[in-house]
């Protein structure tokens, strides 16, 4: 029993590690040039990472525009018409959720930016929502699962079609557990780099559009954190800071507001 | 009359096309097509290499992308493959009985107050984005890894052919402590949802016949949870090998063989990382790429089916509702 309780204060050694260190070595780095400027090359001082923000932002939006909806739509089958299909169609959604990241890269790579020979904030977007669209599926799926079949009955029991059923009963039932998986999706991808690496490349301005490669605050954190100067690593961390607090803060918040109930793990 | 008209517009909803089913139905193909999409990429991706090294490929020891001869590359994924593997028992050797613990603690021991924030601290340490763990990995534990662990390990155990060697913090050990740090959440996590759903009675029946808290937990709960147990360990192992951006940071990038754990080494996804965008036109090299990917995706990929059969069996049994 002490062994048990000591595994779980093991484990928080390292969440409170990474917190502090976050905090301590980003704080220095944050000032008004950093959520302003774009960023100076590997090594330089001044700047900031206001183009690794913008990039981030523009493909989680786009990944967020492909995943949900089809995320959601996935979901709402699996509950809707159970059966074979559904069962097979869950598991290679769950297996899915296991596929390493990196390989997702390396698909959309061929599929999109070979196809269209360029890198861009688009395939990196489409290369999240391919991580994306499981995660969501499944946790709509539960969300869904939970309501009780009863109030299913009595909505179609008083003649209410199927589809204003699933819409005006079951989904507004589920929610706030299907809202909470969406937004823990959105924060498991803003965190993502390896998907990145081989679609959005990474890019030291602005982007004129989202044809354009795209730096993101993840690509930013690895090729600045690998490289050998101080002043790189200072700006590497004040990046990790915002996105920790971003994911983190989307995170506590959902969790919270949830009562903290705890979520299906994927 | 008034049923016969109702009768046949029944009939005619009922031979309506089903718009419903149609539109869910077609997005709910985007998982078989995501899937596909990854198998057709690279298998495609790597047909160079699996004619230019065949099954030579698994079993060669040689990474030589740019021979300074100037001959054709001459590539094997044994180092990869071994690094894989080496970083994954190392993590899994720290993170199965840590992860059981935190299931444990969560679903048996803990305070009422305290389980629900509990599982909440866990989730958020699995929230963590990888390149975060990356970045504190390099910058904090590899140094502290390099000027505390390694050299106690190699003063007191340096005679074992794994703790010997140069020590600079950048290596497998390294790699597999910040692997069992990540996969712990996710492992706990579905263990614990596989222990909470062993039946009370089990317990009862054990602490009815006089057994402690410890002695339930030993021989009526983690025996009756041990498949889905079983299931959680496949299911983090799967997770560790594909882990990318920490275990590249971390591990030093060396294609090479060595049994010790503190020398530089690389697994499939920090090769991949490393030289998927710096392959210049170079088809044998970039195909070869492609099939370590492949080789990722396949190991993965029966992994996770795996670990999913077993909680869905599971759950056709009743133990486990189906949502883990």
Same mark, same amino acid.
């Given at each position: 029993?002490?062994?048990?309780?000591?595994?779980?204060?093991?484990?928080?050694?390292?969440?409170?590690?990474?917190?502090?260190?976050?905090?301590?070595?980003?704080?220095?780095?944050?000032?008004?040039?950093?959520?302003?400027?774009?960023?100076?090359?590997?090594?330089?001082?001044?700047?900031?990472?206001?183009?690794?923000?913008?990039?981030?932002?523009?493909?989680?939006?786009?990944?967020?525009?492909?995943?949900?909806?089809?995320?959601?739509?996935?979901?709402?089958?699996?509950?809707?018409?159970?059966?074979?299909?559904?069962?097979?169609?869950?598991?290679?959604?769950?297996?899915?959720?296991?596929?390493?990241?990196?390989?997702?890269?390396?698909?959309?790579?061929?599929?999109?930016?070979?196809?269209?020979?360029?890198?861009?904030?688009?395939?990196?977007?489409?290369?999240?929502?391919?991580?994306?669209?499981?995660?969501?599926?499944?946790?709509?799926?539960?969300?869904?699962?939970?309501?009780?079949?009863?109030?299913?009955?009595?909505?179609?029991?008083?003649?209410?079609?199927?589809?204003?059923?699933?819409?005006?009963?079951?989904?507004?039932?589920?929610?706030?557990?299907?809202?909470?998986?969406?937004?823990?999706?959105?924060?498991?991808?803003?965190?993502?780099?390896?998907?990145?690496?081989?679609?959005?490349?990474?890019?030291?301005?602005?982007?004129?559009?989202?044809?354009?490669?795209?730096?993101?605050?993840?690509?930013?954190?690895?090729?600045?954190?690998?490289?050998?100067?101080?002043?790189?690593?200072?700006?590497?961390?004040?990046?990790?800071?915002?996105?920790?607090?971003?994911?983190?803060?989307?995170?506590?918040?959902?969790?919270?507001?949830?009562?903290?109930?705890?979520?299906?793990?994927? | 009359?008034?049923?016969?008209?109702?009768?046949?517009?029944?009939?005619?909803?009922?031979?309506? +096309?089903?718009?419903?089913?149609?539109?869910?139905?077609?997005?709910?193909?985007?998982?078989?097509?995501?899937?596909?999409?990854?198998?057709?990429?690279? &298998?495609?991706?790597?047909?160079?290499?699996?004619?230019? $090294?065949?099954?030579?490929?698994?079993?060669?020891?040689?990474?030589? !992308?740019? +021979?300074?001869?100037?001959? +054709? +590359?001459?590539?094997?994924?044994?180092?990869?493959?071994?690094?894989?593997?080496?970083?994954?028992?190392?993590?899994?050797?720290?993170?199965? !009985?840590?992860?059981?613990?935190?299931?444990?603690?969560?679903?048996?021991?803990?305070?009422?107050?305290?389980?629900?924030?509990?599982?909440? *601290?866990?989730?958020?340490?699995?929230?963590?984005?990888?390149?975060?763990?990356?970045?504190?990995?390099?910058? $904090?534990?590899?140094?502290?890894?390099?000027?505390?662990?390694? !050299?106690?390990?190699?003063?007191?155990?340096?005679? #074992?052919? &794994?703790?010997?060697?140069?020590?600079?913090? *950048?290596?497998?050990?390294?790699?597999?402590?910040?692997?069992?740090?990540?996969?712990?959440?996710?492992?706990?996590?579905?263990? =614990?949802?596989?222990?909470?759903?062993?039946?009370?009675?089990?317990?009862?029946?054990?602490?009815?016949?006089?057994?402690?808290?410890?002695?339930?937990?030993?021989?009526?709960?983690?025996?009756?949870?041990?498949?889905?147990?079983?299931?959680?360990?496949?299911?983090?192992?799967?997770?560790?090998?594909?882990?990318?951006?920490?275990?590249?940071?971390?591990?030093?990038?060396?294609? =090479?063989?060595?049994?010790?754990?503190?020398?530089?080494?690389?697994?499939?996804?920090?090769?991949?990382?490393?030289?998927?965008?710096?392959?210049?036109?170079?088809?044998?090299?970039?195909?070869? #790429?492609?099939?370590?990917?492949?080789?990722?995706?396949?190991?993965?990929?029966?992994?996770?089916?795996?670990?999913?059969? #077993?909680?869905?069996?599971?759950?056709?049994?009743?133990?486990?509702?189906?949502?883990?």
């Amino acid at each position: 029993m002490v062994l048990a309780t000591l595994a779980f204060l093991i484990a928080l050694v390292p969440l409170l590690s990474i917190l502090y260190q976050t905090i301590a070595n980003g704080y220095s780095a944050l000032n008004i040039d950093f959520f302003t400027q774009i960023t100076p090359p590997i090594g330089g001082a001044g700047g900031g990472i206001i183009n690794a923000i913008e990039g981030s932002l523009v493909m989680v939006g786009i990944a967020s525009l492909i995943g949900i909806p089809i995320g959601l739509f996935t979901g709402a089958y699996l509950y809707e018409y159970p059966g074979r299909l559904a069962n097979n169609l869950r598991l290679v959604g769950e297996v899915l959720t296991g596929v390493p990241s990196i390989v997702t890269g390396i698909v959309v790579y061929v599929v999109i930016v070979a196809t269209l020979h360029h890198f861009s904030a688009l395939s990196g977007g489409i290369a999240l929502s391919f991580m994306m669209i499981p995660i969501v599926a499944i946790s709509t799926h539960e969300s869904l699962k939970l309501v009780p079949s009863s109030i299913k009955e009595g909505g179609l029991a008083l003649g209410v079609s199927r589809p204003k059923t699933l819409i005006y009963i079951l989904v507004s039932t589920a929610k706030s557990g299907i809202v909470t998986g969406i937004a823990i999706s959105v924060a498991r991808i803003m965190g993502e780099t390896a998907p990145l690496l081989f679609t959005a490349l990474g890019n030291q301005f602005m982007m004129n559009s989202i044809y354009d490669p795209a730096e993101s605050m993840t690509v930013l954190i690895y090729d600045y954190g690998t490289s050998p100067y101080p002043t790189a690593h200072a700006f590497a961390w004040g990046a990790a800071l915002i996105l920790l607090l971003l994911v983190l803060g989307l995170n506590m918040v959902v969790r919270v507001a949830s009562r903290l109930k705890p979520t299906t793990p994927i | 009359m008034q049923t016969q008209v109702e009768n046949t517009r029944a009939r005619q909803r009922a031979r309506r +096309p089903d718009f419903l089913h149609t539109i869910l139905i077609v997005t709910a193909f985007a998982i078989p097509v995501i899937a596909t999409l990854c198998l057709y990429a690279l &298998i495609n991706g790597s047909l160079d290499s699996l004619q230019a $090294f065949g099954f030579g490929f698994l079993t060669s020891s040689q990474w030589i !992308p740019n +021979p300074p001869n100037g001959g +054709p +590359p001459i590539l094997g994924a044994l180092p990869a493959m071994y690094g894989s593997v080496v970083t994954t028992a190392i993590a899994l050797l720290f993170a199965v !009985p840590i992860s059981l613990g935190i299931a444990l603690f969560q679903s048996e021991l803990a305070p009422r107050k305290l389980r629900l924030p509990s599982i909440f *601290l866990v989730e958020l340490l699995a929230a963590v984005p990888s390149v975060v763990y990356g970045l504190w990995g390099i910058l $904090f534990l590899v140094p502290f890894m390099s000027n505390y662990v390694d !050299p106690g390990l190699l003063g007191s155990l340096g005679f #074992l052919p &794994i703790f010997q060697g140069e020590t600079n913090g *950048l290596g497998m050990l390294t790699a597999g402590v910040i692997l069992a740090i990540m996969i712990i959440p996710y492992g706990a996590a579905v263990m =614990r949802e596989v222990v909470t759903a062993v039946p009370r009675a089990q317990r009862e029946a054990c602490i009815a016949l006089g057994g402690t808290k410890w002695e339930t937990m030993r021989m009526a709960v983690i025996p009756y949870a041990s498949t889905g147990i079983i299931a959680a360990v496949v299911l983090a192992m799967g997770r560790a090998i594909g882990e990318t951006m920490a275990v590249t940071m971390v591990i030093g990038n060396v294609a =090479r063989i060595t049994p010790s754990l503190f020398v530089p080494a690389e697994t499939i996804p920090s090769v991949i990382a490393n030289e998927f965008t710096e392959v210049a036109g170079n088809g044998v090299y970039l195909a070869a #790429l492609f099939e370590l990917a492949l080789i990722l995706f396949a190991i993965a990929f029966v992994m996770n089916l795996i670990g999913r059969l #077993l909680i869905t069996r599971l759950a056709f049994h009743g133990k486990v509702s189906h949502n883990v």
